[in-house]
C-alpha cells in the first residue's frame, strides 16, 4: 500500500505562485509514477504533471512553462511548483501514483486551488 498526502493549496490571485506537496509513505519502492491529476467543477479529472520513475516528465499542454513537477527521493516527496496561475487552474488537485506491474492506482484526498481574477 501507498499513502499519499497532499499540501500546499490555497487562495492566490491570478499570476500568483503555489507550491503543492505529496508526502508518500507505505511502499514507495513500487511506485512506477507518481504526479499531480486536477478536476474543475463541472469537468472531468485531468493528469496535470507525472515523473516517472526514471525521472522523465510529461505535462499537459495547458500547463507547459508554467508548472513544474519535482520529486526528493530522500524525502518521498513530489512537488508541483505552479507559477503564473490563471483562473482556469482553479480546481481540487489529487496527488496519484501507480504501482509496477500490476498498475493499482493510489490517490490523496486532494487539495484546493483557487486562483482569482
Known amino acids: 500500500q501507498v499513502q499519499l498526502v497532499e499540501s500546499g493549496g490555497g487562495l492566490v490571485q491570478a499570476g500568483g505562485s503555489l507550491r503543492l506537496s505529496c508526502a508518500a509513505s507505505?511502499?514507495?519502492?513500487?511506485?512506477?509514477?507518481i504526479g499531480w491529476y486536477r478536476q474543475a467543477p463541472g469537468k472531468q479529472r485531468e493528469a496535470v504533471a507525472i515523473?516517472?520513475?526514471?525521472?522523465?516528465?510529461t505535462y499537459v499542454d495547458a500547463v507547459k512553462g508554467r508548472f513544474t513537477i519535482s520529486r526528493d527521493n530522500a524525502k518521498n516527496t513530489v512537488y508541483l511548483q505552479m507559477n503564473s496561475l490563471k483562473p482556469e487552474d482553479t480546481a481540487v488537485y489529487y496527488c496519484?501514483?501507480?504501482?509496477?506491474?500490476?498498475?493499482?492506482?493510489?490517490w490523496g484526498q486532494g487539495t484546493q486551488v483557487t486562483v482569482s481574477s
Open positions: 507505505g511502499s514507495t519502492s513500487v511506485i512506477r509514477r
Open positions: 515523473i516517472w520513475r526514471g525521472g522523465s516528465t
Open positions: 496519484y501514483a501507480d504501482r509496477l506491474i500490476t498498475g493499482v492506482e493510489y
